[in-house]
């Protein structure tokens, strides 16, 4: 099982982007898929996540109305758009699969946000 996160970058604040978690021996369409970050000096944080039962989607309040978590299944990939970048949220960024009591991570993409 191979995740991979893709799309971070250095963005100026009030810039967008938009994660990628692209699978490979997992079928995101059957777990769940959760985004996670990791700023330097502090522990990883859950960000978002997106139900594989049905696609319902949560975030942290830090983000909550800056971004949105989606799939393609046919792609095999979940997405997190994030909208309105602040510099707090420079971080690594993670995305996990879980399905039943397994997870599965991703190497992370880097997000710097630059004030």
């Known amino acids: 099982v191979q995740l991979q996160a893709s799309g971070g970058g250095l963005v100026q604040s009030g810039g967008s982007l938009r994660l990628s978690c692209a699978a490979s021996?997992?079928?995101?369409?059957?777990?769940?898929i959760g985004w996670f970050r990791q700023a330097p000096g502090k522990e990883r944080e859950g960000v978002s996540c997106?139900?594989?039962?049905?696609?319902?989607?949560y975030y942290a309040d830090s983000v909550k109305g800056r971004s949105t978590a989606s799939r393609d299944n046919a792609k095999n990939t979940v997405y997190l758009q994030m909208n309105d970048l602040r510099p707090e949220d420079t971080a690594v960024y993670y995305c996990?699969?879980?399905?039943?009591?397994?997870?599965?991570w991703g190497q992370g993409t880097e997000v710097t946000v630059s004030s």
């Open positions: 997106i139900s594989n039962m049905d696609g319902r989607t």
């Open positions: 021996g997992f079928t995101l369409a059957y777990g769940a």
């Open positions: 996990r699969g879980t399905r039943g009591s397994a997870n599965y």
